[in-house]
């Protein structure tokens, strides 16, 4: 399960004297701020009918696994009346806000002073408009609703309604819940502040708080098995067990805690697979355990270490390795109490990927002790692709999981494992909670043709991050080695309009500029910055202007960044040299057999310029807010002078039969480094500046 990080404990205001009320309002924000950089902030004009006006400060939202904003406001009003309390602002927002188009949000009330000390209340409905002034890069959102907001006291105001958020399972953090599989519910007003952890057997009622999934299409309902209560620093979020009798299918999801909140929709299936990881995002550095003797298991780290009572290291070639998921299935048997063990070997097709290798474990099934908890046995080939961020996924019946990574050691002697452009020093400082600081800007541009229509779509983005180990796969690449024959499969699910990913921190570099060679027409354009990322795209050949993009193309030559420096990152200066495309000696294909896998050959290029081979698919099913969408997609690198690679048929497999599928190839010089002040002191540890040029098609994959 995810680890939550222990917080402060809220302390209650207890106001005397003045009974509960309930206020009817509706809040009013217009034209607020919304900044993205190091921390993302809302700050704007609010008005709360029959209460009066004043300002609203959101000064750090944060991103979740769905790429929605959340955090703690605060509505400051006249004297010492202040209302405090949760807003999110989906993700969708942004975007929204960049067309000129709607936007929705909502906001709980969890407290304040003066008037509104111990106030509780909820708007569940913000919607309103978005709008980017182009010249400046601002962003400003307006938006209204109506809501409640009930004052402390002692009289009989009513009760607060819990408000649910999001409910995903516990390991990639993404929607959709396997029966028999630990989830996450988040929201607020969800439980009592503080933390209950609960003990066998798991209960589906403490406290009044419990979790009840209800057919979309009516029936009874059935309470969840209750793991934790968490409401701690802000963050209230629950955790359970969902029975193995819950039927696959759509459900509304509610949570009762004095009152019953909302329903929220969800999917139940019949299992999905999520390797849990070390930070709770997802993506990051898997949960894995090393097995050294029947009385020690290490926890994967890059290097060896002990610190008390746990001891950790790299994994092993040949060595065996206990992987730690959630949502293999549901079982026979109470889910609330600790399972004696179940191995679904013996009815699923299950393998293990690691580094290019497909590997058949030696038991995948429910964890003896544990309640929804998974384990995962296998031992690592003595071939086994070795460094810091292995690429490493599950599949279960041709199902893939989030994909993850772990650290493998170059052998068993050695301490440590072995990351290109790190030293052994900066990887002992990721394992004791250190952080790494890069730059990393690409340029793009892919040629394809589609129904007789040739287009190029042209891209220069990048970003300044800061990351931890746990997501140092992350991190963009600082070093010009490259693995050749190397292939990754990645899988994502996007439920409605709301999608999943791992996030690292980024940093604010002020305005970016970009120049080109003659033709480019980039002289001195500016980089679009958006969710602390920068970015100039455009698409080429479509006969038609795309408002707000910036007429630009990408022709081989010099191209160079100019940062002005911002509240993060100082000024700096980057260049790389874009070549020409490599020559494919035969046109990608129309249709793609998959078992038979697929060769590229080409010629050009400089022998050691990196190629990518990419491509992917992708499959739906329902519709709306229910509709579920599975994307796998691959990557491959070689080297230019190879002049040859063959995607194998164990890759293409793994992506859906469809008839709209992607695949590309491109290739580009190493990056070239370079370095930018901070303006917290130092210097970033590395930055690149580098580019792929290439060609594509959207082949059938049968």
């Known amino acids: 399960m995810k680890r939550i990080s222990s917080g402060i404990t809220l302390a209650l205001l207890i106001c005397a004297a003045a009974p509960a009320a309930t206020v009817n309002t509706t809040l009013t924000v217009t034209n607020a701020t919304l900044t993205i950089g190091l921390g993302t902030s809302l700050n704007g004009p609010a008005t709360l009918t029959t209460i009066g006006s004043g300002t609203l400060s959101a000064p750090s939202l944060t991103a979740d696994s769905s790429g929605d904003y959340s955090g703690n406001y605060t509505i400051t009003l006249a004297g010492a009346d202040r209302i405090t309390g949760v807003l999110k602002v989906p993700g969708s927002a942004i975007s929204a806000a960049l067309a000129?188009?709607?936007?929705?949000?909502?906001?709980?009330?969890?407290?304040?002073?003066?008037?509104?000390?111990?106030?509780?209340?909820?708007?569940?409905?913000?919607?309103?408009?978005?709008?980017?002034?182009?010249?400046?890069?601002?962003?400003?959102?307006?938006?209204?609703?109506?809501?409640?907001?009930?004052?402390?006291?002692?009289?009989?105001?009513?009760?607060?309604?819990?408000?649910?958020?999001?409910?995903?399972?516990?390991?990639?953090?993404?929607?959709?819940?396997?029966?028999?599989?630990?989830?996450?519910?988040?929201?607020?007003?969800?439980?009592?502040?503080?933390?209950?952890?609960?003990?066998?057997?798991?209960?589906?009622?403490?406290?009044?708080?419990?979790?009840?999934?209800?057919?979309?299409?009516?029936?009874?309902?059935?309470?969840?098995?209750?793991?934790?209560?968490?409401?701690?620093?802000?963050?209230?979020?629950?955790?359970?067990?969902?029975p193995s009798t819950v039927t696959t299918g759509n459900y509304n999801v509610t949570v009762t805690n004095g009152a019953v909140s909302a329903p929220f929709a969800v999917q139940v299936v019949e299992r999905k697979v999520g390797l849990i990881t070390a930070d709770g995002s997802g993506s990051g550095l898997a949960v894995l355990q090393n097995y050294i003797s029947a009385s020690q298991l290490d926890i994967d780290r890059f290097t060896t270490f002990a610190s008390s009572p746990y001891t950790y290291s790299p994994a092993k070639p040949g060595q065996i390795v206990i992987a730690w998921v959630t949502g293999l299935g549901g079982v026979a048997g109470g889910d609330n109490v600790a399972s004696p063990g179940f191995d679904f070997n013996t009815s699923l097709t299950i393998r293990v990927l690691v580094g290019g290798a497909t590997i058949?474990?030696?038991?995948?099934?429910?964890?003896?002790?544990?309640?929804?908890?998974?384990?995962?046995?296998?031992?690592?080939?003595?071939?086994?692709?070795?460094?810091?961020?292995?690429?490493?996924?599950?599949?279960?019946?041709?199902?893939?999981?989030?994909?993850s990574f772990i650290a493998i050691a170059p052998d068993a002697s050695a301490s440590a494992c072995v990351q290109p452009g790190y030293t052994t020093d900066q990887l002992k400082k990721f394992d004791s909670g250190g952080t790494y600081t890069v730059g990393g800007f690409q340029i793009t541009q892919f040629g394809i043709t589609a129904s007789g229509v040739s287009i190029k779509s042209n891209s220069v983005s990048g970003a300044f991050v800061r990351i931890s180990g746990f997501q140092l796969s992350s991190a963009p690449a600082t070093s010009t080695s490259t693995q050749v024959g190397s292939c990754t499969v990645s899988q994502s699910t996007t439920t409605g309009s709301s999608t999943s990913s791992g996030t690292v921190t980024t940093l604010d570099?002020?305005?970016?500029?970009?120049?080109?060679?003659?033709?480019?027409?980039?002289?001195?354009?500016?980089?679009?910055?958006?969710?602390?990322?920068?970015?100039?795209?455009?698409?080429?050949?479509?006969?038609?202007?795309?408002?707000?993009?910036?007429?630009?193309?990408?022709?081989?030559?010099?191209?160079?960044?100019?940062?002005?420096?911002?509240?993060?990152?100082?000024?700096?200066?980057?260049?790389?040299?874009?070549?020409?495309?490599?020559?494919?000696?035969?046109?990608?294909?129309?249709?793609?057999?998959?078992?038979?896998?697929?060769?590229?050959?080409?010629?050009?290029?400089?022998?050691?310029?990196?190629?990518?081979?990419?491509?992917g698919g992708s499959t739906s099913t329902g519709t709306g807010a229910a509709r579920v969408t599975t994307t796998t997609s691959f990557i491959c690198l070689t080297t230019a002078g190879v002049r040859t690679f063959t995607v194998p048929p164990a890759v293409l497999t793994q992506l859906p039969a469809t008839d709209n599928g992607s695949l590309f190839v491109s290739s580009g010089a190493q990056p070239l480094n370079f370095t930018a002040s901070l303006k917290a002191g130092g210097s970033i540890d590395a930055g690149s500046f580098g580019s792929f040029v290439g060609v594509g098609a959207a082949p059938a994959y049968r």
């Open 509 to 615: 570099a002020g305005n970016i500029t970009v120049s080109g060679p003659a033709g480019s027409s980039l002289n001195n354009t500016p980089l679009t910055k958006l969710e602390g990322t920068y970015s100039l795209t455009n698409t080429e050949g479509l006969g038609v202007v795309i408002p707000g993009q910036v007429a630009f193309t990408l022709p081989a030559g010099t191209y160079t960044l100019n940062g002005a420096g911002g509240v993060d990152v100082g000024n700096f200066t980057a260049s790389v040299t874009v070549g020409s495309p490599l020559t494919l000696t035969t046109p990608l294909p129309d249709s793609v057999t998959r078992s038979a896998g697929v060769t590229v050959n080409w010629t050009g290029g400089n022998a050691s310029d990196v190629v990518q081979i990419t491509g």
């Open 100 to 242: 000129g188009g709607a936007i929705t949000g909502s906001a709980t009330v969890t407290g304040g002073a003066g008037t509104y000390a111990g106030a509780t209340g909820n708007f569940a409905n913000l919607s309103g408009t978005g709008s980017l002034n182009l010249s400046t890069g601002a962003i400003t959102l307006s938006f209204s609703g109506a809501g409640t907001i009930t004052t402390g006291g002692t009289g009989g105001g009513g009760t607060p309604t819990p408000n649910i958020t999001d409910v995903l399972d516990a390991g990639s953090y993404t929607k959709n819940i396997a029966r028999g599989s630990i989830f996450v519910v988040k929201g607020s007003l969800l439980s009592a502040a503080g933390y209950t952890a609960m003990s066998f057997p798991l209960p589906p009622v403490s406290s009044g708080v419990k979790i009840t999934f209800t057919p979309a299409a009516g029936g009874s309902g059935t309470d969840a098995y209750l793991v934790y209560l968490y409401n701690l620093g802000g963050v209230n979020q629950l955790a359970a067990v969902l």
């Open 360 to 403: 058949t474990p030696l038991y995948a099934g429910r964890a003896p002790g544990l309640a929804g908890a998974d384990q995962i046995n296998f031992q690592l080939p003595a071939n086994i692709a070795t460094g810091c961020t292995v690429p490493f996924q599950v599949s279960v019946n041709g199902q893939l999981s989030n994909t």
